[in-house]
């Protein structure tokens, strides 16, 4: 199996990620959220993060090297989630971020016990990138692709790769490297996210995504 | 508390139970599936379905007294749940019907287990309404409300009520009575539906989306 070259993170886990982070660390000031994707890699290494589900996580915003990921909690909830889809597995995991933070590279050493090769996604929930809430005026989202496009999508997806240091003799050490990712949808996804699109906008949906889907 | 008298149908659950289904049942011709409804009833009686998980079920087509909802399994993920989403409780559970069936008032029955008043809501995930994927001209999502465009939402919510039979000399029998429903996004939902409208539609997106939204 190839290592990870680009992750499509599946719109289910883009609103199952909001949905927790709004939960637990909306009022909070420097907090984030962490969980697991689930999903499928092709053997060309390409990674669809399909389904997505919350893990309890603490950690000392003082002091990096305290944190606490609920991996009893995780392989729960893994054996649970088998059950119902037994083709899905782990493929990485998630964080509100909005970047990375320094304990990030232990958390997905400990993922590596569920996945040979585990995929990180940033997800940015609360929008901090040039597309903010307050400048509705700046996006747009024509039907052209490239960077213009690319940054528009609140994720960042980041592999583990093996460096040699050489100011320390040779030393390896883990670091993250980023690789492509998109929001996509399968034909199932498709319809629900029709659905949201035909019923949501017209009931309680803010002014801007008015303003982005009448562009 | 005022036993329900409206459901809110929130985008997550619309995806998860879009999800679940064509992760099951897809290409089988009669299946439906079925899962728990989370979320909150607020003392007026509206009930905010802002979370939904898949339990094994299953059933005899041919004899409607032959079905096994995993009621251990729902018990053991609602734990799991509490212990990251502590506010949300068992609201009902949702099938994919498309139409009631002949068990789903016993099932309602198992359901009471876990919740008071609870809500059974029919997903159309095929949309095999009058809104049909073949007649796609047939979409219209003005900014209108009202009976045309309450068609056109996927969702039909019940509530079990006990009725006196006549005829059987006043014994009472439990039967569904229809309440209103909606799509419905809090804000928080809402962020993650509008990166969906603003990322999805360029990249992945079938053309009929693309013809609605750009209405």
């Not at 319809?191 to 002014?207: A, Q, Y």
């Amino acid at each position: 199996m190839a290592p990870p070259t680009e992750v499509t993170v599946h719109p289910l886990v883009l609103l199952s990620v909001t949905d927790h982070f709004y939960r637990v660390a909306k009022d909070t000031r420097n907090r984030r959220v962490v969980g697991i994707l689930l999903g499928t890699v092709a053997r060309d290494g390409s990674v669809q993060a399909s389904n997505a589900y919350a893990v309890p996580f603490e950690e000392d915003a003082a002091d990096p090297d305290v944190w606490f990921l609920d991996h009893n909690y995780h392989e729960h909830m893994f054996a649970m989630f088998r059950k119902v889809a037994a083709r899905e597995r782990v493929v990485g995991w998630y964080s509100t971020g909005p970047r990375i933070r320094s304990n990030d590279i232990k958390i997905h050493q400990v993922l590596r016990m569920y996945c040979a090769d585990p995929v990180f996604v940033i997800v940015d929930v609360r929008g901090t990138d040039s597309q903010s809430q307050s400048q509705p005026q700046q996006i747009q989202a024509g039907g052209g692709s490239g960077p213009q496009q690319r940054a528009k999508i609140p994720t960042d997806a980041y592999v583990a790769v093996e460096q040699v240091k050489p100011e320390t003799f040779g030393e390896k050490e883990w670091t993250f490297a980023h690789i492509p990712s998109e929001i996509g949808a399968v034909e199932a996804e498709e319809i629900g996210v029709e659905h949201l699109l035909r019923d949501v906008k017209d009931t309680t949906v803010s002014s801007l995504s008015t303003q982005v889907t009448e562009r």
